[in-house]
């Protein structure tokens, strides 16, 4: 068993940049060679290109030196093979966004009416003025009534465009700022290559074909290579192949490695050989981007025909399988790639909900929307009863032919009042502000270092109960130092001089140190004078070059003399092994393996010890106990990481050993030194820590690190307070505790630990991930936990997963942490989860503020429309007003209430949880409160209005009768009135002074002013469209003035205890835990999110319009699917990032993520019959989301 390596010509010389004629392999010739897999492969190179060198000569490239990096070259290679990059999917034109948002229900039932009044109102039947029609007119009408009959129709449709135009606007700048971070994104993203020998990264994009990339532990493959050198090297390939288990690469047995893929262990260095759309993953790409409409063509075809033996064969080949299925975009080119995994898995998966916020929000609107259409069903009902009545009943006409249009005239205009109702009751403003406040906060969150990748993610972090935090590099510096050290019977302190140590030995540890860690760690000289040496690569490794450099000798003389490629066999370093090996072979025919690890484990493992001599002396189990007490538990104590430095010799005569028999070799060793690592606890993270322990949120540490470094660092970031009863346990004794005697996880078991569980140290992934689930699982305790989670190895990635809120590390984490997680901290730093959760509160409360003020606008326009309708046969709020306060009052305002900066304050309360309502009961109390306000305000001036100001009355007008002063007054003081509301809903916790920190806000301030001013145009200008009149200056003074009382009166509703209201409800709230309980899917049912349930109970058609929801949180799949990853982005027209990693993701996980508008447009799932069907395809209820994002 050799290291996989090969020999590589003398010479080494670098690929020069002016080389005449073409490369020795086309295009073509690479592409059907990275078709192939395993022996096949193997078999195919050796044949035809003798070994992979054969390969890198006829590629021009040097395996050792790299390419030149010459720009002709690179220009050469581009031309021949491509570039490193997927063209994105065409954007929607501003035509195409407007067409979307006029698909909203509601405005197409406003249009319908308004054509119809319109074409009403240009009809003259003969009849028209027939005296027979009955009195319905009721005073007189001006001689320009039959002219102005259109205004309102016009009106209507005008305000129409508008809204459609402003979402549309909208949507496109949206569109616009994602695209514009998804190229930022990609700009940042780099990998590492070999160019003219220097090991350097370069942006994703500029890799060629010939390029040598250096691979390791944790990296997402940019490109597709064929591997030169490997050292233990495990490739997870699912999701090309959706095959979970892990493929072992070398290059005996399987030598390509194909883009998209994880690599999961190992290291090693490959040769770029096809990118772009010319990689496995760019055909499929190129291959769903084909036309859809043959696609679909192809699809029926197949369907019939296809046997599912060749389907299957096409999947294990290449997984090309997908090249019959249409889709619409590379997210659901994503989804349907995890439907062919789950189809190849058959998991049982948990639903995972949408997110805490989404859910409220849409059970919230169902609510309202049902209201709605009540009321105006009954108002509209009502109307035409009172109108048949006295026209039929009191006045006993009958019905003449010529009256129709008459009639029709009365019955449009009923039907526009219903609508109007409608239009009011259903909070088309709360997506809007949703969206706002979401996109405003993800805009200033990345100024706190948080990327955010999912959009729902920063509101969810506002109700985070439980952070879950690694603790090296997030709690501590992640800059390690050796700083004690047990050599030769000696516990030194501080670091040794190096004539303390026998040469024998010094010479040992050097070479064990240099050889066995990874080459690609190394120490820089620092980037300015007087700075610290810069550490790349693994830091524990960093710290052990260091203590070489302190013992006054250099470790690149001993790489240089053993390359890479002379390495015999690499062990790298797991989290199951805890430890890493590197093999060597003497010149005599025997093998040297150096190892290193986890102290306790390694020195389980040695049965010598060099002794002060440097001697090897026999190491008992009871010396070893004797050593973990004086010198482990102490060293660990003070909060240092121990790490033990061995070695084993295999002497030539014995033969050579069996290497995969792991337990065999790792065993027998020599202990040569144990070391102290210090990674001090950064200076800010115990106050950031004591603010979450203020603001309700407990803080446990994860770690992998022995229990007594665990305390120790636990005890100086605060997590554990001297005096109190809080449990540490260790992974073994955390599994004991938790499973029963089958080794199952028990849930009652996790009940009664995790509450006072602080410290969880020497802990595998799986138990991070049990400890999780266990938390977000709970029931015990009076809210359900809402839990984030911190990591940064490929191995966190399940727990990620699974958290409410995974924060990868943008510096430290590997891409397939990134990958994982809804929050990427850009500078791996505890103080920033602070900040998210912040501003995730911010974000709830920015909702409930929004929520506040709209509901009382809707409450009081609906009783006014609905009892005005009924009283006085007319809403006393006209169509065109009620639609300029409803949709363009409440668009402005929702920019005004989401917009509002974080306070430091947001921390002095508990968390919300999962169960709390939207709207609590004094959010209730104002809402309830004002109404009253503003409906006895409304229906005294409807009522004695003209008394009062001394004009006449506007009841009972004739139908297209000129707009009177006192129905004006009505309409200028419910606007005034909603106007200091909105002052008014800028707290929402009962605070008095509601003008706290207006001046921080100035969009606020902006929006409240140019809502007054345009609110002095519509009534001073808007005559007959708005049905408006002029107003004098006394008559505006004391609109504003009834309008100023809504302060006065907001500060009379805080006065009142709201405990002592016990009639009052709370309303939004989340699932139940029942719920919860209820609901398994299996492999092949559709996701339903909980809310597409509720309106499938309802059978409500015209819920697309409150799906403006949805549709407004399609702009939270857009940010899904942009806002990746600043450190190594994967952004989703990279190829780097095709593949989300199913081993994290089943289907059924992720789906919800590409949250689709209710509206029944799916296209079926084409992916041929599945092995459980006959024949044609998969079961009806396997469909594929169209994915209508506005990107």
């Known amino acids: 068993m050799a290291n996989n390596t090969v020999d590589h010509p003398p010479g080494n010389s670098v690929a020069e940049g002016n080389h005449d004629g073409d490369f020795g392999l086309t295009l073509e010739e690479l592409r059907a060679l990275m078709e192939l897999r395993s022996a096949e492969a193997v078999n195919k190179v050796r044949n035809d290109y003798g070994d992979v060198q054969g390969i890198c000569r006829r590629l021009k490239t040097s395996p050792i030196e790299g390419l030149s990096g010459n720009p002709v070259d690179l220009e050469k290679r581009h031309t021949a093979f491509g570039m490193n990059f997927i063209p994105p999917k065409k954007p929607k034109t501003f035509l195409q966004l407007v067409w979307e948002a006029l698909q909203d229900i509601t405005l197409i039932i406003l249009e319908i009416a308004a054509v119809i009044s319109l074409g009403l109102a240009f009809y003259h039947p003969p009849g028209d003025s027939n005296e027979d029609c009955g009195n319905v007119a009721g005073g007189a009408e001006d001689e320009g009534e039959g002219e102005a009959g259109w205004i309102e129709g016009a009106a209507i449709l005008f305000s129409v465009i508008i809204v459609v135009l402003v979402t549309a606007f909208n949507d496109w700048s949206k569109e616009k700022q994602f695209r514009g971070l998804q190229s930022r994104i990609e700009q940042e993203q780099k990998f590492t290559v070999i160019r003219k020998g220097q090991v350097i990264q370069i942006p994703v994009a500029e890799i060629v074909v010939g390029d040598i990339a250096q691979i390791k532990y944790g990296d997402l493959l940019p490109a597709d290579g064929i591997l030169i050198q490997g050292n233990d090297l495990k490739i997870d390939e699912s999701s090309l192949t959706g095959e979970s288990d892990q493929v072992r690469k070398s290059l005996e047995k399987d030598p390509m490695l194909l883009a998209g893929t994880h690599v999961m262990e190992g290291s090693g260095r490959m040769v770029v050989s096809a990118v772009g759309l010319n990689s496995q993953t760019g055909i499929i790409f190129t291959l769903l981007g084909a036309s859809e409409h043959d696609e679909e063509k192809k699809v029926k075809k197949s369907k019939k025909q296809g046997p599912p033996e060749n389907r299957n064969k096409a999947k294990t080949q290449d997984g090309i399988a997908l090249e019959i299925q249409p889709l619409k975009s590379e997210e659901a080119a994503e989804s349907e790639e995890k439907e062919e995994v789950k189809q190849v898995k058959k998991v049982n998966v948990t639903k995972k909900e949408k997110s805490v916020l989404q859910g409220k929000l849409t059970r919230l609107a169902v609510l309202i929307g049902k209201f709605g259409l009540f009321s105006s069903a009954i108002t509209v009902i009502i109307l035409i009863l009172y109108f048949v009545i006295d026209i039929f009943g009191i006045q006993g006409r009958s019905w003449v032919a010529e009256c129709t249009p008459i009639y029709m005239k009365y019955f449009v205009k009923f039907f526009i009042i219903g609508v109007t109702v409608l239009v009011v009751a259903v909070p088309e403003g709360l997506p809007l502000a949703v969206t706002i406040s979401l996109a405003y906060s993800v805009k200033k969150m990345m100024k706190d270092n948080n990327l955010v990748r999912h959009l729902d993610a920063c509101e969810t972090m506002g109700n985070a109960t439980a952070i879950c935090s690694d603790k090296t590099g997030t709690l501590t510096m992640n800059r390690m130092t050796v700083v004690q050290a047990y050599i030769g019977d000696t516990h030194h302190k501080t670091v040794p001089e190096p004539d303390a140590i026998k040469p024998e030995t010094l010479e040992m540890m050097v070479n064990s140190i240099s050889i066995n860690s990874a080459y690609t760690t190394k120490i820089l000289p620092p980037e300015k004078e007087g700075g610290l040496p810069r550490h790349v690569g693994n830091k524990t490794e960093c710290a052990l070059l260091g203590l070489v450099l302190d013992l006054k000798r250099d470790y690149q003389p001993i790489r240089e003399e053993i390359p890479e490629e002379k390495l015999y066999k690499v062990y790298t370093f797991n989290s199951s092994r805890k430890s890493m090996s590197t093999v060597l072979k003497n010149a005599d025919g025997g093998f040297r393996m150096y190892s290193k690890g986890a102290s306790e484990i390694v020195l389980r493992k040695c049965s010598h010890i060099l002794d002060s001599q440097g001697q090897p002396r026999v190491f008992k189990p009871k010396d070893r106990d ?544 599945s092995p459980g069907t006959s024949g044609g395809g998969e079961p009806p209820s396997a469909v594929s989301h169209s994915h209508k994002s506005s990107i």
């Open 626 to 1169: 004797e050593m973990v007490r004086k010198v482990i538990e102490p060293m660990a104590c003070d909060g240092l990481r121990t790490i033990c430095v061995a070695y084993r010799d295999f002497p030539a005569e014995a033969g050579e050993p069996n290497w995969d028999n792991e337990n065999d070799i790792l065993n027998e060793l020599t202990c040569i030194a144990v070391v102290g690592i210090e990674d001090p606890v950064r200076p800010e993270v115990p106050e950031a820590i004591a603010k979450c322990q203020r603001a309700g949120i407990t803080v446990r540490m994860v770690t992998g690190d022995n229990i007594n470094t665990a305390r120790a660092i636990a005890t100086k970031c605060g997590i554990l307070q001297p005096g109190e009863d809080f449990l540490c346990l260790e992974g073994k004794e955390f599994n004991q505790q938790i499973r029963n005697d089958k080794g199952e996880v028990e849930q009652e078991r996790l009940d009664k630990v995790w509450p006072k569980l602080r410290v969880l140290a020497r802990s595998s992934p799986t138990d991070k991930h049990t400890l999780v689930k266990g938390i977000i699982d709970s029931t015990v305790g009076e809210t359900r936990q809402v839990v984030a989670v911190t990591g940064d190895g490929t191995n966190d990635g399940p727990a990620l997963k699974k958290a409410d809120v995974g924060f990868a590390m943008g510096i430290a984490g590997t891409d397939v942490a990134k990958e994982a997680s809804d929050i990427i901290l850009t500078d791996d730093n505890f103080t920033s989860i602070v900040k998210a959760v912040m501003w995730g509160r911010n974000v709830y409360d920015s909702i409930s503020k929004f929520l506040q003020f709209q509901l009382t606008v809707n409450v009081v326009a609906v009783i006014v429309a609905f009892t005005g309708a009924c009283i006085t046969q007319d809403s006393p709020l006209k169509a065109v007003q009620m639609l300029w306060v409803n949709l363009i009052m409440d668009t402005l305002a929702s920019l005004a209430l989401a917009t509002e900066p974080p306070t430091e304050s947001l921390l002095l309360r508990k968390p919300y949880g999962r169960d709390k309502p939207l709207i609590s009961r004094t959010m209730m109390k104002n809402i309830l409160g004002h109404a009253v306000y503003q409906l006895i305000t409304i229906f005294t001036l409807l009522f004695a209005g003209e008394t009062m100001f001394d004009i006449d009355s506007g009841r009972n007008a004739p139908l297209h009768s000129p707009p009177s002063q006192h129905y004006t007054i009505v309409f200028n003081v419910f606007v005034m009135m909603q106007l200091f509301n909105e002052i008014n809903a800028r707290k929402i916790h009962g605070e008095r002074n509601v003008f706290e920190g207006i001046y921080k806000n100035p969009i606020f301030c902006s929006v409240v002013l140019g809502t007054f001013a345009l609110q002095i145009i519509i009534v001073q200008f808007g005559g007959k469209p708005f049905s408006c009149t002029a107003l004098t200056i006394d008559q505006w003074l004391w609109c504003v003035f009834i309008g100023v009382g809504e302060l006065l009166w907001g500060q009379l509703i805080s006065a009142i205890p709201t405990h002592r209201l016990t009639f009052l409800k709370e309303a939004g709230h989340g699932i139940t835990k029942e719920e919860i309980h209820k609901e398994v899917l299996t492999e092949d049912t559709d996701e339903i999110d909980h809310a597409e349930m509720e309106l499938r109970r309802g059978q409500i058609l015209w819920v697309r319009g409150l799906n403006r929801i949805q549709t407004q949180i399609k702009v939270v799949n857009a940010f899904r699917s942009s806002l990746f990853e600043l450190e190594s982005p994967q952004s989703r027209s990279s190829i780097h990032n095709f593949m989300v990693h199913p081993e994290f993701a089943p289907l059924s996980e992720e789906a919800p993520r590409f949250s689709v508008e209710g509206t029944g447009d799916f296209i079926e799932s084409v992916s041929d019959s």
